[in-house]
């Protein structure tokens, strides 16, 4: 060892990567790169110059004596991450056991020195091996890298297990020097519950606007061929011998209607049922483009009611309205096209009461 305490040693094919007859066509190495250890490795300053512009602009800095030696300082991170750093700048890869032992470290240098190749490698294979003890560090890592997508991943992962995370001695430090970042995490996992929350609703109300447009096309079905007990009072009850499509829909309907129609209380307004069954003809009435030819009953009333009054719908019908025709629509896309056309067809003239 020398007096300065620095070790060097000759250049090797384990170094660089290259083949023997590659590494020994290289020229003499003009540089050192010193480690923590104080240990020096020798490299080719037009290799690293091509790879890394931070390290070219280190190259090229004058130095105060011409005959001086080239040194490039790389700190703070063990020596063997080092060599695994140099051996990427000169071959463009790493191995499996460099990134799951070094990741972090090359992650950092690759960070530092503007190495992009290298720097989605890390990332990619940190993000593949997130645990719950490390999940925090790489989390810290990736915001100091600028690393958006390990960083997104990483507080998918907290917030998904944030019980478990919050045991960890990672999470712990976290807290004592970092309270921006754990602010930062709380209000990520808000966030996340708010879009859940959102998501759900949306769900649950398509799911509704989807029933609705199905209990539309329900009562033009019952009204214009009949189904099972209920249909145009000149039409015999289907004879198909499978059950409808939309049995369940149609069923409930069907019960709704014959309520509907022999109900005593509904005239004082008094009965839900048929204050329900009054809502959906009023609803197929805002949606129907059959006009006179529809079969519906009360269709064309609640049409001229609604022009002879000249009053316009609230804005909450109005959405509805809006939210069922556009349900209609995208159930009607995943029709075959046959079937489409069907539905498209108009019906017989004239508005017929119920066989019940």
């Not at 316009?312 to 349900?327: G, N, T």
Request: hydrophobic share 35%; with cysteine; proline share 4%.
């Amino acid at each position: 060892m020398e007096d300065n305490q620095t070790t060097s040693f000759n250049i090797s094919d384990d170094l660089y990567g290259y083949s023997s007859t590659t590494a020994r066509e290289l020229p003499e190495p003009d540089v050192h790169i010193i480690t923590s250890d104080a240990l020096r490795i020798p490299a080719h300053s037009s290799i690293l110059a091509s790879v890394s512009p931070v390290l070219e602009n280190i190259i090229d800095r004058p130095r105060k004596h011409r005959s001086s030696e080239r040194v490039i300082p790389i700190l703070g991170v063990p020596y063997d991450a080092v060599v695994s750093f140099v051996r990427f700048l000169y071959s463009s890869r790493s191995s499996e056991e460099e990134m799951e032992k070094y990741g972090i470290h090359l992650l950092a240098l690759s960070h530092v020195y503007l190495v992009p190749q290298l720097k989605q490698s890390c990332t990619k294979v940190l993000g593949e091996r997130l645990t719950m003890e490390n999940v925090v560090d790489v989390l810290q890592l990736a915001k100091m890298c600028d690393a958006p997508n390990l960083y997104l991943k990483c507080m998918k992962l907290v917030a998904n297990h944030f019980k478990a995370v919050e045991k960890t001695e990672g999470w712990k430090f976290l807290q004592d020097h970092d309270p921006w970042l754990e602010l930062d995490i709380l209000h990520f996992m808000d966030e996340a519950e708010s879009r859940k929350k959102r998501s759900r609703r949306l769900r649950e109300e398509q799911s509704l606007y989807l029933q609705l447009s199905e209990a539309m096309e329900c009562l033009e079905h019952i009204c214009t061929e009949g189904c099972t007990n209920v249909g145009p009072y000149e039409m015999e009850p289907t004879e198909k011998k499978g059950p409808c499509s939309k049995f369940s829909t149609c069923q409930g309907l069907q019960l709704s209607i014959r309520h509907f129609a022999t109900c005593t209380i509904r005239v004082n307004g008094g009965c839900l049922r048929c204050k329900r069954m009054w809502q959906l003809l009023r609803l197929h009435s805002s949606i129907c483009e059959h006009h006179d030819s529809c079969r519906v009953p009360l269709c064309r009333q609640f049409k001229l009611k609604m022009q002879q009054e000249n009053k316009k719908d609230d804005a909450r019908w109005k959405l509805l309205v809006r939210k069922v025709v556009s349900a209609k629509a995208i159930s009607s896309l995943s029709l075959p096209k046959r079937k489409r056309d069907d539905l498209h067809e108009t019906s017989n003239d004239g508005i017929r009461s119920f066989r019940l």
